[in-house]
């Protein structure tokens, strides 16, 4: 059964920078489109990233110009570089496939930018 766990985040200033790691257990990674996802306190979950197995990328408007996805396939492991943070980015932080279906999620990793 494949997991995922989210790790990296942390409490962090305005305009600061953070790298989030998600590693993937079990086979079949390179083959997905992986998303970054983020769940602020009283709002639905959404996805901010996404890397297809070959490297294309799309981002939330939200984010796009400030976070940056990556992936290294033989680590198993989808990347999250998030720079000029803002308070609004507060939240939980997952990565799970784009595509249905997805994996179990993991327990995310909470990211706090202060003002």
């Known amino acids: 059964q494949v997991q995922l766990v989210e790790s990296g985040g942390g409490l962090v200033q305005a305009g600061g920078s953070l790298r989030l790691s998600c590693a993937a257990s079990g086979s079949g990674f390179s083959i997905n489109t992986m998303g970054w996802y983020r769940q602020a306190p009283g709002k639905q979950r959404e996805l901010v990233a996404g890397?297809?197995?070959?490297?294309?990328?799309n981002y939330a408007d939200a984010v796009k110009g400030r976070f940056s996805i990556s992936r290294d396939n033989a680590k198993n492991t989808v990347y999250l570089h998030m720079n000029s943070l803002k308070p609004e980015d507060t939240a939980v932080y997952y990565c799970?496939?784009?595509?249905?279906?997805?994996?179990?999620w993991g327990q995310g990793t909470q990211v706090t930018v202060s003002s």
């Open positions: 799970n496939k784009v595509r249905f279906p997805q994996i179990a």
């Open positions: 890397i297809s197995s070959t490297g294309n990328t």
